[in-house]
Each structure stands twice: as structure tokens, then as C-alpha cells.
T-cell receptor, first 114, second 109 residues
Framework: DGGITQSPKYLFRKEGQNVTLSCEQNLNHDAMYWYRQDPGQGLRLIYYSQIVNDFQKGDIAEGYSVSREKKESFPLTVTSAQKNPTAFYLC?????????????FGPGTRLTVT | KNEVEQSPQNLTAQEGEFITINCSYSVGISALHWLQQHPGGGIVSLFMLSSGKKKHGRLIATINIQEKHSSLHITASHPRDSAVYICAVSIYNTDKLIFGTGTRLQVFP
């Protein structure tokens, strides 16, 4: 079955620790995205990557880092510099070209930092 | 003012009722999306449309480009339709999506 997997579903960390969220897709999509969702707000773009070894900052990139060493994988690191890391994180991917507007979402990771 | 506004924020209905969720946007778009988010958090794409109307089962989505407005209709609603429905727009000539804050729908038996 093709799809996007994110692990773990729930993640708990102490303040000051870096944490890496996993995102893997087997849809052969070129583009991948990371979003953050907070209560009462729309999803906001953290980082996106249109091709392997390339990525761009989204609207709220501060305190986050990413890598795109493989087409299938786009891990997100939440660093200790992120002031409010507790949130629901969603990964998505899309095809290139005209089909790029439709994004496929993973199940999400809920991160709690105390 | 948000670039994508949805109404209502919350909606409750009895099983079988006809439901309408509205979305207005203020930017140039290439496409508009309706997404469904279940309590577990995962998001499923319901529709992507750039003009007219699309239907899938009991769900119908319409868009009026001139008025910058879209509606999602659910006919013969069912408790399993309970979810958050999110409107998002693809900004014209970019790969970026801007999301509305969602409409929480609860359908009671």
C-alpha cells in the first residue's frame, strides 16, 4: 500500500532537548512538506522540499531543521531554539508538475514538550 | 484578516440533515481544497477544484471564482461524517497552501 508514514504518533520530550520526527513516503513523490497545527489555527508551513538535497523555509522555520537525503524521507528536527514546540506535526507530499497542488498527508505526530 | 475564512467554526446536526460549510478567500488561487481531519489527526483530501462543482458520494463541493467562495455540502449526514473539515487554497503560481482554521462537525444519531 502506498502512503505516508509518520512515527511516532505521540512523542514526549523535556524542554531543552532536540527531537527528530520521522516522515517516510513510498508514493514516489518529489515534493514533501512539514506543517504545524495548533488549536484554533490553520496548518502552517515549516519547511518544504521539492527535490532531493534541496529544501526551503516555510512561514515558521525558526527553531526547526530538516534534511532530504533520500526521496522517500524528510525528517524534521525540533531544536531547543523552538520556543513553543508542543503541537501536532503533519507531513505531506505531492507529485510534480500540474499535479503538485494536491498534497497527501501523513497521520501526524503529536509532540508534547514539558 | 485571514486569507482563508471558514464558517461556521462549529456545527452540530442530526443524522440525515443537509449540511453546508462555507469558505471564502482573498488571494489569487490555482486550486481550492477541501480536507477532512478525523479525531485521530490524519488528514484526507476530499476535493481539489478550480471551477464549477464536484461530487463524490454524499459530498458535493462548489466554487465560485468570481466571488472567491466555495461550499462543501454533505447530504443525508451520518455520525461517521463527524470530523473537522478544512478549506485550503493553492496560491496562484506557487506550491504553497494556505489553510482555513477548520469547521468542527458533529452529527448525532
Amino acid at each position: 500500500d502506498g502512503g505516508i508514514t509518520q512515527s511516532p504518533k505521540y512523542l514526549f520530550r523535556k524542554e531543552g532537548q532536540n527531537v527528530t520526527l520521522s516522515c517516510e513516503q513510498n508514493l514516489n513523490h518529489d515534493a514533501m512538506y512539514w506543517y504545524r497545527q495548533d488549536p484554533g489555527q490553520g496548518l502552517r508551513l515549516i519547511y518544504y522540499s521539492q527535490i532531493v538535497n534541496d529544501f526551503q523555509k516555510g512561514d515558521i522555520a525558526e527553531g526547526y531543521s530538516v534534511s532530504r537525503e533520500k526521496k522517500e524521507s524528510f525528517p524534521l528536527t525540533v531544536t531547543s531554539a523552538q520556543k513553543n514546540p508542543t503541537a501536532f506535526y503533519l507531513c505531506a507530499s505531492s507529485l510534480p508538475g500540474q499535479l503538485r497542488y494536491e498534497q497527501y498527508f501523513g497521520p501526524g505526530t503529536r509532540l508534547t514538550v514539558t | 484578516k485571514n486569507e482563508v475564512e471558514q464558517s461556521p467554526q462549529n456545527l452540530t446536526a442530526q443524522e440525515g440533515e443537509f449540511i453546508t460549510i462555507n469558505c471564502s478567500y482573498s488571494v489569487g488561487i490555482s486550486a481550492l481544497h477541501w480536507l477532512q481531519q478525523h479525531p485521530g489527526g490524519g488528514i484526507v483530501s476530499l476535493f481539489m477544484l478550480s471551477s464549477g462543482k464536484k461530487k463524490h458520494g454524499r459530498l458535493i463541493a462548489t466554487i465560485n471564482i468570481q466571488e472567491k467562495h466555495s461550499s462543501l455540502h454533505i447530504t443525508a449526514s451520518h455520525p461517521r461524517d463527524s470530523a473537522v473539515y478544512i478549506c485550503a487554497v493553492s496560491i496562484y503560481n506557487t506550491d504553497k497552501l494556505i489553510f482555513g482554521t477548520g469547521t468542527r462537525l458533529q452529527v448525532f444519531p
